[in-house]
């Protein structure tokens, strides 16, 4: 049975984010990467297989050795969608802080009265 996953997915785990950072500035051998962490080999193998699942990691062959490789691309489904909430939580925001200065002004009115 495949399971289907997707970027979210691979970005949930710690680990993995690590991963893709690492990969990002490099691209290393499985053992490179497993080097880096300290997680057995079996379990960098299952996460650079579901990052290599979601598109966020190719693995080229070079002679013997096995390259890992970062396509951050995949990152773009991501952005697009907090994308979306940066306007929301920007307007939010906005209308908070015109809220916080207008309070703060009938303040300074009637601290003015008395």
């Not at 049975?1 to 490099?26: C, E, G, S, T």
């Not at 490179?32 to 080999?41: L, M």
Request: glycine share 6%; net charge positive.
């Amino acid at each position: 049975m495949y399971i289907r996953r997707d970027v979210f997915q691979a970005i949930a785990d710690p680990q993995r984010r690590a991963i893709i950072d690492l990969l990002a500035h490099q691209q290393l051998t499985l053992n490179g990467v497993a080097e880096k962490f300290d997680i057995s080999r079996p379990a960098i193998s299952k996460h650079i297989k579901i990052l290599t699942e979601c598109g966020l990691i190719v693995i080229r062959q070079q002679g013997r050795e096995r390259y890992c490789e970062a396509r951050l691309d995949g990152l773009n489904e991501v952005a697009g969608w907090v994308g979306q909430y940066q306007q929301l939580w920007a307007d939010r925001f906005h209308t908070l802080d015109n809220y916080l200065t207008d309070l703060q002004s009938k303040k300074k009115k009637h601290g003015k009265k008395k």
